[in-house]
């Protein structure tokens, strides 16, 4: 049907597919191309993939969905099993908390325990030290895959996480739990210099 709608289009006017000795030809002759969109090819694409993919393997590019048993492991713990690290980036200090999944501390140690005094423990370079150390501190007692919670706004935020990462700890996620008020405290009177 396609092949004599294109055959018409080349045909003078007037005259029929059927009756023109060209277009009974072509028919006959030349078999028909078909017009490909960029979804069919998409879809054939992911035929193929699913097809060569094993039926046992149940690998899904997007994260389980709440209650939704994963088959992705760190080390044999679940994802939920994973040791928390806790990264507290204050404008005057940053802490580094490391915690099992349930919340009880492991370590613990910030700008000021590794020997930055005043002003400078609120430097990235100190909160990049006190994730080293905890780092080191945390493959001391047998970890390896982490997750990472940050909370705070101060100049070690990133800093830290980018120090745990050359401690040697693989870092899995990294969220962000900063407290965000939503017009609740009534605010300190501006300073006056």
Request: one cysteine or more; aromatic letters at 6%.
């Amino acid at each position: 049907m396609l092949c004599r709608i294109f055959c018409q289009r080349f045909l003078p006017a007037g005259s029929k597919v059927q009756n023109s000795a060209f277009a009974q030809n072509a028919l006959n002759t030349t078999p028909c191309r078909e017009f490909r969109t960029g979804i069919q090819k998409y879809q054939e694409s992911v035929e193929k993939v699913n097809s060569s993919a094993s039926p046992d393997s149940d690998y899904s590019l997007f994260p389980p969905l709440p209650g939704q048993d994963s088959s992705l492991r760190w080390n044999g713990q679940k994802y939920e099993e994973l040791p928390i690290v806790h990264i507290k980036a204050t404008y005057n200090n940053t802490h580094v908390q490391v915690t099992d999944h349930a919340g009880c501390s492991l370590l613990r140690t910030s700008c000021g325990t590794e020997g930055f005094k005043n002003a400078k423990k609120g430097t990235a370079i100190a909160a990049q030290t006190a994730a080293i150390s905890a780092a080191s501190k945390a493959i001391n007692k047998g970890l390896s895959f982490v997750r990472v919670l940050v909370k705070g706004l101060g100049p070690g935020r990133m800093s830290a996480v980018k120090g745990l990462a050359m401690g040697g700890l693989q870092v899995v996620s990294i969220t962000d739990n900063t407290p965000i008020p939503h017009n609740g405290c009534r605010p300190r009177k501006a300073r006056r210099i």
